[in-house]
T-cell receptor, first 114, second 113 residues
């Protein structure tokens, strides 16, 4: 069964601290993996995309990693800010001939405190 | 200013009533999607359309209907057959290319009176 699992379910950190969110997936065939940020009551916004051949990719204070062998990805947030408070969703795209599908994780809810 | 516009932001449904959620995009994207988001669950696909005048059922299509008469528009109707419609509904679009990403609207919160 195609599945994407995220941990932790929720996380509270102090402003300025770093944190790492985890995503484990069991999907086939893998096409790519994206991390999205979703503010409360808003639609998700893409932060970064990881393809099979990529190990690390940064977008400002966000750094995503991908280990295709263990089927794990992480999102590291450096020097957190209050505006980082949101849900972070891991989405894996699977692709076969002529069709594709997105598998969504349940998200990690991050709260950054002053 | 390009993007996806969903309306209304909040919607209330009475028992036995059909309601329609609007989704419009000016990104010239071919593919459009409707997702349902419930607390503690990942987004679930209701319907999707890869081209005008064509759409396919997703994983939870029962109780919903859609149309795709124009490239820019993909409205979702929640029918009275959907017995548990309270959720946050998200519309998305994508260019339909390799390594494309989903662009989401700001969502509609549907509640039952």
């Amino acid at each position: 069964k195609n599945q994407v699992e995220q941990s932790p379910q929720s996380l509270i950190i102090l402003e300025g601290k770093n944190c790492t969110l985890q995503c484990n997936y069991t999907v086939s065939p893998f096409s790519n993996l994206r991390w999205y940020k979703q503010d409360t009551g808003r639609g998700p916004v893409s932060l970064t995309i990881m393809t099979f051949s990529e190990n690390t990719k940064s977008n400002g204070r966000y750094t995503a990693t991908l280990d295709a062998d263990t089927k794990q990805s992480s999102l590291h947030i450096t020097a957190s800010q209050l505006s980082d408070s949101a849900s972070y969703i891991c989405v894996v795209r699977i692709s076969t001939t002529g069709t594709y599908k997105y598998i969504f994780g349940t998200g990690t809810r991050l709260k950054v405190l002053a | 200013d390009g993007g996806i516009t969903q309306s209304p932001k909040y919607l209330f449904r009475k028992e036995g009533q059909n309601v329609t959620l609007s989704c419009e995009q000016n990104l010239n994207h071919d593919a459009m999607y409707w997702y349902r988001q419930d607390p503690g669950q990942g987004l679930r696909l209701i319907y999707y359309s890869q081209i005008v005048n064509d759409f396919q059922k997703g994983d939870i299509a029962e109780g919903y209907s859609v149309s795709r008469e124009k490239k820019e528009s993909f409205p979702l109707t929640v029918t009275s057959a959907q017995k548990n419609p309270t959720a946050f509904y998200l519309c998305a679009s994508s260019p339909g290319l390799v390594n494309e990403k989903l662009f989401f609207g700001s969502g509609t919160q549907l509640s039952v009176l």
